[in-house]
T-cell receptor, first 114, second 113 residues
């Protein structure tokens, strides 16, 4: 079946540090891939997406590249800020038989200290 | 330009009571999805609806849970005879159509006493 495996947290970084959150997936066919961010007490916000192999999604300094050969979609940011403290979820979307659903990883909590 | 609106934000029920969770999709969105988030877990798909139709309910427990998205009004997730294990955050998302990004509400946090 379809699944997403994320790096386990929690992770604490200092401001301006480099961030990588690993994400790999298992799916038949070619799913779309997403990163969502969840701030405390809120719902998920779409951070970035990629719909086909070698696509790069980017937003707010975050980037992730759809790597079909390694079935990965790692999230990176060159210099994190305190405001990036949140939980990050990697997800895939599979459309099948007229239905579609997001399949999420377990999430990784990031804390950025000043 | 309201996003996905869920209410209530917090809901407390005693075991055996009914819980009703409401979701109004973003304007122009006709596809609604419900997900459940257990503590320290990712979100799990429950059900996918379009207006007056359940498209996929493969993630929803067979008993006590039901969902609807009527022609008029919000989508409703209904849990009958709640048990402690139903305590979770329930998120609704909406989209303009298949393959379009899903936009999430802030969730309803259900606590069962």
């Amino acid at each position: 079946g379809n699944s997403v495996t994320q790096m386990e947290g929690p992770v604490t970084l200092s401001e301006e540090a480099f961030l990588t959150i690993n994400c790999t997936y298992t799916a038949t066919g070619y799913p779309s891939l997403f990163w969502y961010v969840q701030y405390p007490g809120e719902g998920l916000q779409l951070l970035l997406k990629a719909t086909k192999a070698d696509d790069k999604g980017s937003n707010k300094g975050f980037e992730a590249t759809y790597r079909k050969e390694t079935t990965s979609f790692h999230l990176e940011k060159g210099s994190v800020q305190v405001s990036d403290s949140a939980v990050y979820f990697c997800a895939l979307m599979k459309t099948q038989g007229g239905s579609e659903k997001l399949v999420f990883g377990k999430g990784m909590k990031l804390t950025v200290n000043p | 330009n309201a996003g996905v609106m869920q209410n209530p934000r917090h809901l407390v029920r005693r075991r055996g009571q009914e819980a009703r969770l409401r979701c109004s999709p973003m304007k122009g969105h006709s596809h609604v999805y419900w997900y459940r988030q257990l503590p320290e877990e990712g979100l799990k798909f429950m059900v996918y609806l379009q207006k007056e139709n359940i498209i996929d309910e493969s993630g929803m427990p067979k008993e006590r849970f039901s969902a609807e998205f009527p022609k008029e009004g919000p989508s409703i997730l209904r849990i009958q005879q709640v048990v402690r294990g139903d305590s979770a955050a329930y998120f609704c998302a909406s989209s303009q159509g298949t393959t379009q990004p899903q936009h999430f509400g802030d969730g309803t946090r259900l606590s069962i006493l």
